[in-house]
């Protein structure tokens, strides 16, 4: 790779690198839910951004459909549904918020650590970026899905027919409620 | 030349921040948001490994993570819902009927 390629790699990395943790603390910090879920949209936006530099483009498109799409249209589903009451939770004591920041900073560098001191095993895989761009990131992927995979897949399915099925059972109105009938109605 | 540490530590201070979120709020929503942050963080480490180790398996976890993801926020949001209509609060110090 030219000394331009690699630099402008770097340059995007550290971008949306920055951008994600940067989102991420906006999630944890923001006071509405509201701004916590346009935050998490920005992580999942500079995540499928690591995706592309990984040489997952179909990985990269997937993780905005499902999640910018599918997952946080849903969290603002609820917090419409729930917002007025969703200010009325207070937060954790000060001393239970500074425990909890010094366990995760700790947690976090450990990680840290461990990664940078371990050695990558040797690229033996054959699915090298000329292979896979050659033969198509979708068509790779495919492949393997419908091949060695297979058994997940299927598994994966049914799992989701069960959250379909449970999210209705769960979040089920009960139609018909002895007493006060303006239960129906919230 | 970016290595596979440098995706690997992005995503250990992701993880962490989503354990963070976990801990520090009481709101259901926000704990939810966490956990997603979380996974999204090792999906993060998985297709980094399977770049960097030219091998796809890591990549077609994610997809499998990504439903289990998908999965888990429509039953907790479900869940978020229907303890709503039941008791007016959502707060989750608050909800401790199961406890022993």
Known sequence: ?186 | MLTVTHYTVLSAILFSIGALAVLIRRNPLIMFMGIELMLNAVNLAFVAFARYLNNMDGQVFVFIVLTVAAAEVAVGLALVVAIFRARENVDVDEIDALKG
């Open chain 1, 1 to 186: 790779m030219t000394d331009y390629g690699a630099f402008m790699e770097a340059l995007v990395f550290y971008l949306f690198a920055i951008l994600g943790v940067l989102a991420a603390l906006g999630v944890v910090i923001a006071r509405s839910p509201v701004r916590s879920a346009l935050s998490l949209a920005l992580v999942f936006l500079a995540l499928a951004a690591m995706y592309v530099l990984l040489n997952a483009p179909f990985l990269a498109v997937a993780q905005i459909m499902i999640y910018a799409g599918a997952v946080l249209i849903l969290f603002l589903f609820v917090i419409m549904v729930l917002n007025p009451r969703l200010d009325l939770i207070g937060g954790r004591t000060a001393a239970q918020t500074v425990a909890a920041v010094i366990f995760a900073a700790a947690f976090g560098v450990l990680m840290s650590v461990t990664f940078a001191a371990g050695q990558l095993a040797p690229a033996t895989g054959v699915f090298t970026p000329e292979y896979v761009s050659e033969a198509g990131h979708v068509q790779v992927i495919g492949a393997l899905l419908f091949s060695e995979f297979l058994l997940p897949f299927e598994i994966a399915s049914l799992l989701l027919l069960i959250a379909i099925v449970g999210a209705m059972v769960l979040a089920r109105r009960e139609r018909v409620r002895h007493g006060d009938p303006r239960q129906d109605l919230r």
